[in-house]
């Protein structure tokens, strides 16, 4: 049913199972949860036999045979808080993206508007909701509105309306790319809602959309874009507008 075909680093599910990973890629992580029930039973599977690792590392052996000074093995009702505790501390990891209103609270903004396009806020960031700026116009028919989710990272939702691209760029340190609606392409392939694109300094790209279809994607950026070809190097100042807050 799933069409999601690019997923986080399994080593990523695993920090974020074990509440090793910074805030903002906890967002980023939750989110692609929220599209991708692979990832999600995944994370599950993770968070269980991290939970069950910690009970080992903590339940000394039982010697069954002994009669004196023997401690009792975890009842099944501890198993079942500890595992409670475990699974509950993390970030929102919600098992279906809901369409309609009545899935949160009466009274919070669930949705992004764009004109006249509404978006279903991911879950993730509703909690968020009063860090999302406004939206401002960037050339090439995109738009973006900043995420301040603190830290050295910045997030951000970009709006790439149909038939746009940006110039080809590559990234000085890390760039997450997670679809929320539409899809674009690059020489790469075609990124729909889901997708969790990874690019590095070793990656260039020239994402684009086709006539017709618009892109919605929440990204995630450890450092200016660096753009890199002809006439889109004099966008280099530019790159500071997707770094900046
Ligand atoms: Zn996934």
């Known amino acids: ?13 695993q920090r974020f199972a074990s509440g090793d990973l910074d805030p903002a890629s906890s967002i980023m992580i939750s989110t692609h949860l929220e599209y991708c029930p692979h990832c999600r039973q995944l994370a599950c599977s993770i968070e269980d036999s991290q939970a069950a690792a910690v009970l080992a590392s903590e339940t000394p052996e039982v010697e ?8 009792a093995p975890l009842s099944p009702d501890l198993m079942t808080m500890m595992h409670a505790i475990m699974t509950t501390s993390e970030p929102d990891v919600e098992p279906e993206i809901e369409s309609g209103d009545d899935s949160v609270s009466a009274g919070m903004p669930t949705a992004l508007i764009l004109g006249d396009k509404t978006y279903p806020l991911p879950r993730a960031l509703q909690r968020h ?22 830290g050295p990272q910045k997030m951000n939702f970009i709006y790439m309306d149909s038939d746009s691209a940006l110039p080809e760029h590559t990234h000085q340190g890390q760039e997450i790319t997670l679809v929320l609606a539409g899809e674009f392409y690059d020489d ?19 994402p684009k959309t086709r006539s017709g279809q618009d892109c919605l994607c929440l990204t995630l950026l450890d450092a200016p874009l660096h753009f890199t070809s002809g006439l889109a190097t004099l966008l280099n100042p530019f790159s500071q507008l997707f770094f900046r807050l």
Not at 198 to 205: D, G, K, L, P, R
């Open 1 to 13: 049913m799933s069409n999601i075909r690019f997923h986080p680093l399994s080593e990523t599910l």
């Open 64 to 71: 069954h045979t002994g009669t004196q000074n023997t401690i």
């Open 129 to 150: 909701r009063d860090r999302i700026g406004p939206w401002s116009r960037l050339p090439g028919k995109l738009k973006r509105a900043a995420v301040d989710v603190g």
């Open 188 to 206: 790469q392939g075609t990124y729909r809602p889901g997708d969790f694109i990874i690019q590095t300094s070793a990656n260039q790209h020239v």
